[in-house]
């Protein structure tokens, strides 16, 4: 049951206003009710799975609690990590081994395993595993209620794909009363219509052009594999950016509070600032779980220490993201990026002061948003033979389309004629343009207080024009479009 399904549409309401009028002690067992209820929508694999690595957790929690120690810690990590790592990455592991003896000249016969992937693994696991983590660190002390905690990895806003949230931020929500408070829930649909918006009008339609692209790249080239690439950065952010609003819109109508996790993050003029407003939820995991213990451990090492840190960090977000060579080279592209960053501190700084302060900020800017776009054909890729072929044709082709613009005077004309082929009829792709810029000029008024809030100081007028604006759009153009899986659902 995805968020942007009519049966959630439908369903949600009556058991928000169910679960907002029952009695403080009834509303924990009627989430946990309700989000696998919802959870059984995506089948009773994933609702199995889901219910034995919570149990396990909530057990291993309350052991940990009695007497820990790193040996203990380790041996509870396993047996949580265990079902992702065997799930996700078994068949990885034997068609890499069987590929690097085809290498070397070694014909390798490997099994492979027949397993569907729960929905939502990846996420909750991680979720489970900081809560061990932080009990052992005396962060938190261990849940003796095992309702109140299978809502810290079952609770349905963020079961799909997170965020991804801490013991010591939600639990103590679930043990709080919910009441109905009009200011709160208002908010909240609010928040859900604009996550509505990102995923039905812009991220599916940018879909229509991105998927025919990469179905056959063979057919583009320059240009239109440049824009290609920045549509398709689009559709990511404006995707899982919408799933996120969703979920946080949602659970704010329920009364609860979840991370953002999203900050602009096209607006950064660095790798590390560009990473501190994506994905927000799993940076700070990666940041407190992978690269602060492994610094640490080496601190010794001086620089090399926050080097170490950083690839381990990104290595681990690129096969979190999924069991291919492409998610392993897109991390590890991440990773270097940033130790670049960190290596090359002083003389950037030198460098800001001979260049003026805004040429700096726009080629800052420029550059990231470059990489980014770039390093995603790695995450959109089937494979790296894929991304290859796409990259090529992109860097090959860009000297011909050039001089073609360049003969051309840049006209609006000679830009039309090196995207003609794109497989999406121009209006579509006008209306998606204009939805991106409406939506981020809306994030840029709302940078220093969120828009929704910007909004509330207009006229009546102003905020229901705009209110109309968007469920029109959702309604009207959103209806045209066929994808209703969100990306980050398959990791």
């Known amino acids: 049951m995805l968020f942007d399904s009519l049966a959630f549409l439908v ?22 009710l309700g989000s696998l209820a919802a959870c059984v929508s995506f089948g009773w694999v994933t609702c199995a799975w889901l219910i034995v690595l919570t149990v396990l957790a909530f057990f291993l929690g309350q052991s940990l609690g009695r007497r820990s120690s790193g040996a203990r810690l380790a041996g509870a990590l396993l047996a949580v990590l265990a079902p992702l790592l065997v799930l996700k990455y078994t068949n990885f592991a034997l068609t890499s081994a069987q ?16 397993a569907v992937l729960p929905v939502g693994i990846s996420f909750y696991t991680f979720v489970a595993a900081a809560y061990l983590i932080d009990i052992h660190l005396e962060r938190v002390a261990p849940q003796t209620n095992l309702t109140r905690f299978a809502l810290l990895t079952a ?40 996550g509505l918006f990102k995923k039905l009008v812009v991220a599916d339609r940018l879909a229509i052009v991105v998927d ?24 990511l952010y404006y995707d899982f950016c919408g799933y996120s609003e969703i979920a946080v819109g949602t659970a704010r109508i329920l009364g609860y509070e979840l991370t953002w996790n999203f900050n602009r993050p096209y607006a950064a003029r660095s790798i590390s600032d560009y990473w501190r407003r994506w994905h927000i939820s799993l940076t700070s995991w990666l940041f407190d779980y992978v690269f602060a213990p492994t610094a640490a ?26 069991a291919k060579w492409t998610f392993v080279l897109y991390g590890a592209m991440h990773g270097v990026a940033l130790c670049i960053e960190y290596l090359t501190a002083r003389p950037r700084k030198r460098l800001k002061q001979w260049v003026p302060a805004r040429l700096y900020a726009v080629l800052a800017w420029m550059l990231i948003f470059g990489f980014v776009a770039s390093v995603d054909v790695l995450f959109r890729a089937s494979d790296i033979a894929e991304a290859g072929l796409y990259l090529r044709r992109l860097v090959t082709g860009l000297p011909m389309d050039l001089g073609f613009l360049l003969e051309h005077r ?22 998606a343009v204009v939805a991106i810029a409406g939506v981020e000029l809306a994030a840029y008024a709302g940078r220093r207080q969120p828009f929704r809030e910007v909004l509330l100081t207009q006229p009546v007028w102003v905020r229901w024009a705009v209110y109309y604006a968007v469920a029109a759009s959702i ?17």
């Open 212 to 235: 025919g692209v990469y179905a056959n790249p063979t057919d583009y080239r320059g240009v239109a594999l440049v824009l290609t690439s920045v549509l398709y950065m689009f559709q």
């Open 11 to 32: 369903a949600f309401p009556i058991f928000a206003a169910l679960f907002l009028y029952a009695p403080a002690r009834l509303q924990p067992p009627l989430a946990l």
């Open 475 to 491: 309604l009207y153009l959103g209806a045209q479009n066929a994808a209703t899986v969100f990306i980050y659902q398959q990791f």
């Open 297 to 322: 451990a080496l601190r010794s090492w001086k620089s090399g220490a926050v080097v170490s840190g950083l690839m381990c960090a990104f290595l681990v977000s690129g096969l979190w993201h999924g």
């Open 410 to 431: 840049f006209t609006p004309s000679a830009f039309k004629a090196l995207i003609a082929g794109l497989p999406m009829p121009k209006t579509e792709l006008l209306i």
């Open 155 to 194: 609770f349905y806003p963020k079961f799909v794909a997170g965020p991804i949230e801490r013991a010591g931020r939600f639990l103590p929500q679930v043990e709080a009363p919910k009441r109905f408070d009009y200011a709160r829930i208002v908010d909240g649909i609010r928040i859900v219509g604009s």
């Open 99 to 114: 590929a690097a003896g085809a290498w070397l000249g070694i014909a390798l016969q490997v099994p492979h395993l027949y």
